[in-house]
């Protein structure tokens, strides 16, 4: 029999909670390579050999090309997509969503024609939070990870692949560009972590902003179609990235190698260094709320093992940081009500039982 004691630590121990730290990796499609990357793709282009270019340039696949793989798990398929609707004030043409249609359409057709995972498909939804691919469009360079970009995609990953993925793309440009822009995100989209060295495939790192073809004749290319059916048939989980080719150069970048580096250090049980890591990046980059929610959560974790210790003190301090965190960032709500809730049991269990009351209600929603 158990003694009241005991009872009560599994009363409590039953409102306590564990968040999931997650990864964060971004990358950018070029309109034009500025004078400095062009250069330095040249330099890595000469000094293979000419072996070395044969082959690369024969390979079905340019898997040797990326920063890693990930990839969309199979308990998340079918993919659900949110297509954003414009935003007020933005120069914009009802074109540019048919063009993002098309190439979604592009890549199922491309699919089916290969045989190619027919579970791997797309289904549009109208709930944003609903969607792994979440696209939209925007006139506010600032959006961009830096002025060259044409769009950029934010891949966020959880310990079994991508979980959310969010496609920004820059306008106005001719609707061959949008496509293009928006093949390439969406391959971002799908796992492809990096670029092809090949100028043929959709995945290359740059799209000429004075493209001026017929949509229809946008398409990916056979090396594009046989790489994503490379990541996609291999058996073993992605391997986790921290950083991707280009993250470095943007402030928000920075931050999300630093969370990354963070959340490996979580994985490796060095959650001293994942602390570090977390309060950094979001000093770094307070916006984001993938970054509160990895530093928020592992305060309440960390609040957790400190009361399962009896280190009331010490946890209260850690549920209080977490709760502080994660209640600035409206995507955070769900994981705010969590802390809550588990703050209250925190109080609960210290005889503050009106005080409990307060914070058990709003993990509730009330």
């Known amino acids: 029999m158990l003694s009241p004691a005991r009872n009560l630590s599994i009363s409590w121990l039953s409102w306590l909670c564990a968040f999931t730290c997650l990864g964060v990796i971004s990358f950018g499609c070029e309109p034009a ?15 293979k050999s000419e072996p070395d270019k044969k082959s690369e340039s024969d390979s079905k696949t340019y898997l040797s090309s990326l920063s890693g793989t990930v990839r969309i798990p199979a308990s998340r398929l079918p993919i659900k997509v949110y297509l954003a609707p414009m935003p007020k004030g933005v120069n914009s043409k009802d074109s540019y969503q048919v063009m993002l249609k098309d190439a979604f359409a592009h890549f199922q057709d491309s699919f089916a024609a290969s045989a190619f995972l027919p579970s791997l498909s797309f289904v549009y939804t109208d709930k944003a939070e609903e969607a792994t691919i979440t696209c939209r469009f925007t006139d506010n360079e600032k959006e961009m990870h830096f002025a060259q970009e044409g769009g950029v995609t934010e891949l966020v990953m959880d310990s079994d692949g991508i979980m959310k993925a969010k496609i920004t793309i820059l306008v106005p440009r001719r609707d061959c560009y949008v496509k293009k822009v928006a093949l390439h ?17 959709v995945m290359y790192f740059s799209v000429q902003p004075d493209l001026n073809v017929d949509p229809k004749e946008v398409k990916l290319s056979a090396r594009d179609i046989d790489t994503l059916k490379a990541i996609y048939s291999q058996s073993d989980k992605p391997s986790p990235l921290v950083k991707v080719e280009g993250m470095e150069r943007s402030a928000a970048g920075r931050a999300m190698i630093i969370s990354n580096e963070g959340s490996a250090a979580y994985k490796a049980g060095n959650f001293d260094l994942a602390l570090k890591k977390y309060q950094e990046a979001h000093q770094a980059d307070p916006t984001s709320a993938v ?47 969590q802390a809550c809730t588990a703050y209250g049991s925190l109080l609960m269990m210290t005889g503050r039982a009106a005080d409990a009351k307060v914070f058990i209600e709003k993990g509730q929603g009330k």
Request: glycine share 8%.
């Open 185 to 201: 995100e969406i391959g971002h989209a799908l796992g492809i972590a990096g670029h092809s060295p090949d100028q043929s495939d």
């Open 291 to 337: 970054i509160a929610r990895n530093l928020g959560g592992l305060y309440v974790n960390l609040g957790s093992i400190n009361l399962m210790a009896r280190n009331v003190n010490v946890a209260e301090t850690f549920f209080k940081n977490g709760i502080d965190v994660l209640s600035k960032h409206p995507d955070n709500k769900p994981f705010c009500r």
């Open 33 to 47: 390579a500025s004078a400095d990357l062009e250069k330095n793709r040249e330099a890595e282009t000469n000094s």
